[in-house]
């Protein structure tokens, strides 16, 4: 057998380097392989945190009955949906459309055409749950292709054709208006829980693009229910089990409605747009909570994410070795009352199991229980607190470390530097801000190298063999936008445009819309398309909002024009599916307030830039800087003197400009602050 995923960069292919599985990549050779044996390709695609994933690892991949099996009547696939997710989506888009759900694992049995005939998630060893066992499925498969192949291709046929035909309902012409902004309020109303804060059941997870587009409504329009909604959900999770009160940060969301008991996976992507959330909360609102959980949660991705070339890590595994040594999900995060009783002694284990919610019967597995702040303690000792937290954390960093994913996607890495570099700026904590740099160094140096085209993941310092995909240019466009406005740095403005130009040439369809991949990218049986926002912004409202926040920039008409086709979607989908398309609604909200172009004409961290970066006007821009050179750094700062050789700060929207101010107070008033 030959081990093809030795040297793979994905920790996810490399977890099942040593099955007895004959895995072969994602790659022409394999189809060719199953074309010349006659065999169907069973695709196999997951990520390196995924429970489940290494739950059917376990019991199916590493059996040596079920891959002699495999191999003798398939060519295995092994496929990481983090570095090609428009592999994932066009099979998961059939997945959902013959099953009604989907998730990883993901199975689905594929013709040497790429084209796919059955499908399902994970499979059981044993027949359960009205479920068939893996190798029921497998056996059922090979006798359908053997004796009724012509059905299979029929079946196979029929997908491909209908996949082919949904065509996307773009929204017709014009952009989201007031109307579809306040029908969009209207929905994220109906579906939020005032009780315990958030929208729909269980699971639960952390809407943190709607309450951005909540933040930016409020701002546009004072709406307090709309603020409301936000605040109580950020409070919500942040006293919840979701959110690590030793360590900060979140997890990949909450598996009942209360937010006690999370799924223990911690993704770079979630806690980067979750700190950005909180820092503009705070900015909103002044909120002691608020400002310590996005310094927190940006600390947690510079401690625990950060990689040894500056860039941040995918994620943290749910799972890790307990006491007893068995692998299992939350062992390092949850706590027994007498495990704090060891660590703190009888009188602080009884305080700290009230403040955190420990209980004897436990609120997770086998009498253990997620911290939390269930807030019926009363006033506390916040020295004693802070004591108690530092104890716990110190002992549970002796515990069996869950493993982390150390390659480095670019589009989530777009979404750090954004958040630290904001975080940094509010704060005053410029070390955030110089790991934002370095991280949009990396990107530069090693995802975009010598090719001048985006590349999908690196590791080691190293870039990946797989093509960026729409998100990770618009993602990492905003990350390079947002880093622009802090530092006062014009070539990040420069890199963002560099990339956005690609958008436009590569991505970009009739009509405004937008492609998930390049029109010179490998084809596959369909082209990816998806313009709602699922656990990151969407690729098509991540390019509107970078797109749009560059023709602020630079009076691009070009990319304006861009931006505004692409919003087109956010019309038809806003009033009905507000929670799905979030990011697209916080874009609309700047394209509705203009969005507002601030010069400052003084110093970078000058009280007049930072009352700028401050300010909760929807998307505005900002650019800084002072001397003759400062016009070549950012078109906005041409022409924008100095008034009384004070530092000046221009305001400008819908080509009319306020009269310039040398006054803080004053332009605070004039973006909301």
Avoid at 135 to 151: K, N, P, Y
Avoid at 308 to 326: I, M, N, P, T, V
Wanted: proline share 5%; charged share 25%.
């Amino acid at each position: 057998m030959v081990n093809r995923l030795a040297d793979a960069m994905s920790p996810y292919l490399l977890q099942h380097a040593d099955n007895p599985v004959d895995w072969w990549p994602w790659s022409p050779d394999a189809f060719e392989e199953a074309r010349k044996r006659d065999v169907p390709v069973l695709l196999s695609v997951g990520y390196a945190s995924c429970h489940w994933c290494h739950v059917m690892a376990h019991e199916s991949f590493e059996d040596e009955t079920v891959a002699a099996y495999l191999n003798a009547h398939f060519v295995p696939v092994k496929v990481d949906r983090e570095e090609r997710p428009d592999v994932d989506a066009v099979y998961m888009e059939a997945v959902q459309a013959a099953t009604g759900h989907g998730g990883w694992p993901m199975t689905v049995f594929l013709t040497a055409d790429a084209e796919p005939f059955y499908f399902g998630t994970y499979f059981p060893p044993e027949a359960r749950h009205g479920s068939p066992s893996f190798q029921q499925v497998l056996e059922g498969v090979v006798a359908a292709w053997t004796d009724r192949r012509e059905e299979v291709a029929e079946v196979a046929g029929r997908i491909v054709a209908d996949l082919a035909g949904r065509s996307l309902v773009h929204g017709g012409d014009g952009v989201p208006g007031e109307q579809e902004t306040a029908q969009a309020l209207l929905g994220l109303t109906r579906e939020y829980d005032e009780q315990r804060g958030g929208f729909g059941g269980a699971p639960k997870f952390p809407p943190s693009m709607a309450v951005e587009f909540l933040l930016r409504h409020y701002a546009r329009t004072g709406s307090e229910g709309a603020l409301q909604m936000a605040a109580d959900t950020c409070s919500a999770m942040a006293r919840g089990g979701i959110y690590d009160q030793l360590g900060g940060g979140f997890a990949r969301y909450s598996v009942d409605r209360e937010w006690v008991v999370p799924h223990f996976e911690k993704m770079l992507y979630d806690n980067a747009l979750l700190c950005r959330v909180y820092a503009h909360l705070w900015r909103t609102t002044g909120s002691d909570e608020a400002r310590r959980i996005a310094l927190e949660t940006a600390d947690f991705m510079v401690r625990e994410l950060r990689t040894a070339e500056g860039g941040f890590a995918s994620a943290l595994d749910a799972d890790s070795e307990d006491a007893d040594g068995r692998h299992v999900e939350g062992a390092y995060y949850v706590w027994t009352p007498g495990q704090l009783r060891e660590v703190l002694g009888e009188d602080d284990a009884a305080f700290a199991a009230a403040y955190f919610g420990v209980t004897e019967e436990g609120t997770f597995e086998e009498g253990a229980s997620v911290l939390r702040l269930p807030g019926d303690t009363g006033p506390v000792d916040a020295a004693r607190v802070a004591d108690v937290r530092a104890r716990l954390l110190a002992a549970r960093a002796e515990r069996p470390r869950p493993g982390r994913d150390d390659k480095v996607v670019a589009a989530w890495n777009g979404l750090a530097v954004a958040a630290l570099a904001e975080t940094g700026a509010y704060f005053d904590r410029p070390d955030l801000v110089e790991r934002a740099t370095e991280a949009a160094d990396l990107l530069v140096r090693v995802h975009l190298g010598e090719v001048a085209r985006l590349t999908r993941t690196s590791k080691g310092g190293r870039a990946g063999d797989n093509a960026g995909v729409l998100e990770d240019y618009g993602d990492v466009a905003e990350g390079f936008l947002a880093l622009a406005a802090v530092t006062g740095e014009g070539a990040w403005l420069e890199f963002a445009g560099f990339l956005l130009d690609i958008v436009l040439e590569q991505f970009t369809g009739e009509g405004g819309q937008l492609y998930d991949t390049a029109h010179d990218a490998e084809q596959l049986i369909r082209r990816p398309q998806d313009p709602t926002d699922s656990a990151t912004p969407s690729g098509w409202t991540a390019a509107a909002g970078a797109l749009l926040a560059y023709a602020a920039y630079t009076g691009s008409e070009a990319h304006r024009t861009a931006a505004e086709g692409a919003l087109g979607v956010v019309k038809a989908l806003g009033p009905r599916v507000p929670r799905f398309v979030g990011w697209g609604l916080a874009v609309a909200e700047a394209l509705l307030d203009g969005p507002r172009e601030v010069a400052v004409a003084g110093p970078v961290g000058g009280e007049l830039h930072r009352t700028a970066l401050l300010g909760r006007a929807p998307g505005a821009v900002v650019a800084a800087g002072e001397g003759p050179g400062a016009g070549a750094e950012f078109p906005l700062l041409v022409d924008r003197p100095q008034v009384g050789g004070e530092p000046t700060a221009y305001v400008c929207r819908h080509f009319v400009c306020d009269a310039p101010t040398t006054d803080a107070g004053e332009l605070a008033a004039k973006l909301g602050g």
